[in-house]
């Protein structure tokens, strides 16, 4: 074997581990990421869970504390993301509801529909994790999932609106 074919072996050789290591690398550096993420999304819906059930806890407690219950709700309203855009329009419609029960309103059907709410809001965000994790070829358009798990209320009349 001469010393060209050789070097040119040792060249490409060298050249596909170069490539190899940046790849791989890149490849853990986005797992990690992912899984910091999806980690962090399951403490947020956890938290997000718990507040809501300490929540209702207060309320039908015969010993309510205002100060508690408004604690509760702050902590809430922070965990969200809500922001003027129709992309937000769950969010927004939970913090008005918590707003409403802060205020005073706390009947059944204020109480129901935040719950409600809340459980579209962890719906639509396990089914966002889940998705991350899926491969190129597998995973569902934003659009899908909102459409799944948003229901009519929270998505379709926002798409209605968009075409007007």
């Known amino acids: 074997?001469?010393?060209?074919?050789?070097?040119?072996?040792?060249?490409?050789?060298?050249?596909?581990?170069i490539i190899s290591g940046i790849v791989a690398k890149k490849t853990n550096d986005k797992n990690m990421s992912l899984k910091y993420i999806t980690e962090e999304r399951a403490n947020w819906r956890k938290t997000v869970k718990e507040n809501t059930a300490l929540l209702y806890n207060q309320i039908y407690s015969k010993d309510q504390d205002e100060g508690r219950i408004r604690e509760l709700i702050t902590h809430l309203i922070v965990s969200l993301?809500?922001?003027k855009d129709e992309e937000s329009k769950l969010d927004i419609e939970i913090k008005n509801t918590l707003v409403a029960i802060e205020e005073g309103?706390?009947?059944?059907?204020?109480?129901?529909?935040?719950?409600?709410?809340?459980?579209?809001?962890?719906?639509?965000?396990?089914?966002?994790?889940?998705?991350?994790?899926?491969?190129?070829?597998?995973?569902?358009?934003e659009d899908d999932i909102k459409q799944q798990t948003l229901g009519e209320e929270f998505y379709v009349k926002q798409k209605k609106q968009e075409m007007q």
Do not use: Q
């Open 81 to 83: 993301n809500p922001s």
């Open 105 to 141: 309103n706390r009947d059944y059907k204020m109480l129901e529909h935040l719950r409600n709410c809340i459980s579209i809001l962890m719906k639509h965000d396990w089914e966002r994790s889940k998705n991350e994790t899926k491969g190129f070829g597998d995973k569902k358009s």
């Open 1 to 17: 074997m001469d010393a060209t074919v050789l070097t040119a072996i040792l060249s490409s050789s060298v050249i596909a581990a």
